[in-house]
């Protein structure tokens, strides 16, 4: 094909977001270029935890919607994406107590039920965990966790009869401006004329805007995740996020439990180019020191190996959204900051609307690639890291 009205770089949730909404909103031909495989790189790791705990207004909005969007995901997202509704706790220590106060205000002013527990409510309702240090927990019901490889495809495969093309196993190489306009994605396999190009290339992102002349500001992390399976008996868990002992889990399937380490915590700086996968002796260790003082019933749980993969890390650590002046055509949509995979939806469905030229229901503005320069990074209530 030599020809698209759209060509997203990218075929991770974000660029498979996009590329869906475009199409559903009948923006014609869309290509979808991803150079290995659909989800095969932060997005097929993901723990994909869908929450809504978040400080800020507008990341909390996008939340709430993909909460819903993944709540009907069939009508929403193209397919049944694996979303499991097992609630989600947080755990609250005195430190963060007022933190704890504003997240479950705010969550609640936004019309989302969130339930307050005290220790003794968070016994019953998870007997495994030891609460020593824990002071209250927050637990949002209708919380839990997707599968994010068939989320990509599900977004994908929908949209096909709507025009969207993927191409997997090809990578872009180049975007072609006539005077300040998009005029041609170029790749390993020729040029396709094309007047909008989004750049959805995760932790290559900031390749793909030097080939404008862009320069963005982006950090790489290296995150683990490792797998135990639980003993017999051990018992229903929800999600379960720890900031005191900085380390979250969730269930995978019936039969095993996916844990990592939670933030506050320290970018562990890795190469995009040269990121090895397996888990290492050291992050398994200090996934495990956290995971075993807070569920002692786990200290003796089968070890089933872990990954390691990738947080491509703003200076805010909010994505970077929306087209950039003085380059007509040329949408920005990537550094998901480890809480990526929730967002990518929304941000996709509000974002094919700015392409489209309409308001969004939700306003992109405050993740616009000028923020920083405007002096207008976004914060939140946390103080730091990847909790929005
Ligand atoms: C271990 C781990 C746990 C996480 N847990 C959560 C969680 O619980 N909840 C949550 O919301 N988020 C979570 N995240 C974050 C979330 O997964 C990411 O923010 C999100 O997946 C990023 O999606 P993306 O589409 O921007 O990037 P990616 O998934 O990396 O996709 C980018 C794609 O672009 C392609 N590409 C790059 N350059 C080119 C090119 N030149 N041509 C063609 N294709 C190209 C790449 O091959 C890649 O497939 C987690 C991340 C990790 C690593």
Known sequence: MKTADAVVIGGGIMGASAAHFLARKGFGRVVLIERGRLAGVSTGHSAAIVRTYYSNPITLELAKRALHMFEHDRALLGGDCGFRPIGFLLLIGERLRA?????????????????????????????QLSLDGVARGILEPRSGYADPTRTVENLVA??????????????????????????????????IETNVAVNAAGPWAGRVGSWLGLGYSLRWSRESDLFVEPPAGFGDLPVVSDPGLRFYLRPCGEDRIIVGLGAPKDIEPVDPDDCDSGLDPGTRERIERPLFERIPALANARHLG??????????????IVGPEPGIEGYYAFFGGSGHGFKLGPPIGEALADVICGETPAIDLSPFRPGRFIDGEPLTSAWGEGNRG
């Open 306 to 319: 872990g990954y390691a993969s990738i947080y491509t890390i703003t200076d805010d650590w909010h994505p």
């Open 99 to 127: 933190t704890g106060e504003h997240i479950l205000e705010s969550e609640r002013r936004h019309g989302l039920h969130v339930e307050d527990l005290s220790p003794e409510d968070i016994g019953e309702f998870a007997p």
């Open 158 to 191: 929908a949209a096909r009869p709507w025009g969207l093309e993927p191409r997997a196993g090809v990578a872009a190489t180049g975007v072609r401006l006539r005077g300040d306009r998009v005029v041609a994605v170029e790749s390993e396999q020729g040029m």
